[in-house]
C-alpha cells in the first residue's frame, strides 16, 4: 500500500487537514465536502470531525494509506479566518 503526507493544524478547539482542491476532484469527493472545511488558494482545509474521514475513506479505497504531519498551537488558528468550502470553485 501507498502512504500519503498530509499536514493536520488544530488549536485548543479544532483541527484540520491540509488537502489540495486537485485531491479532493481527482478522489471524486469534492461535493462530500462541507462549509465546515475551509479554504485558501488551491488548499483546503478538512474539518477533522467529518471531512477528514471522507478523505481517509476515499483514499483507502485507491490503496493510499495517509500519514498525517501535526502541527498544533495554543492560539486560535488562522484558518478561522479562511473562506468557507464551497464546490463551485473548479480544480
Known amino acids: 500500500m501507498k502512504t500519503r503526507n498530509f499536514h493536520v493544524y488544530s488549536d485548543p478547539g479544532h483541527g484540520w487537514c491540509k488537502a489540495s482542491r486537485k485531491t479532493l476532484f481527482d478522489l471524486g469527493i469534492q461535493?462530500?465536502?462541507t462549509t465546515y472545511s475551509y479554504q485558501r488558494g488551491d488548499s483546503?482545509?478538512?474539518e477533522e470531525d467529518c471531512d477528514l474521514s471522507t478523505l481517509?475513506?476515499?483514499l483507502r479505497a485507491k490503496g493510499i494509506e495517509p500519514k498525517f504531519i501535526e502541527h498544533t498551537t495554543n492560539k486560535s488558528s488562522k484558518i478561522r479566518s479562511y473562506?468557507?468550502?464551497h464546490t463551485q470553485y473548479s480544480k
Open 31 to 33: 461535493d462530500k465536502i
Open 44 to 46: 483546503v482545509y478538512l
Open 56 to 58: 481517509i475513506v476515499a
Open 83 to 85: 473562506s468557507h468550502y
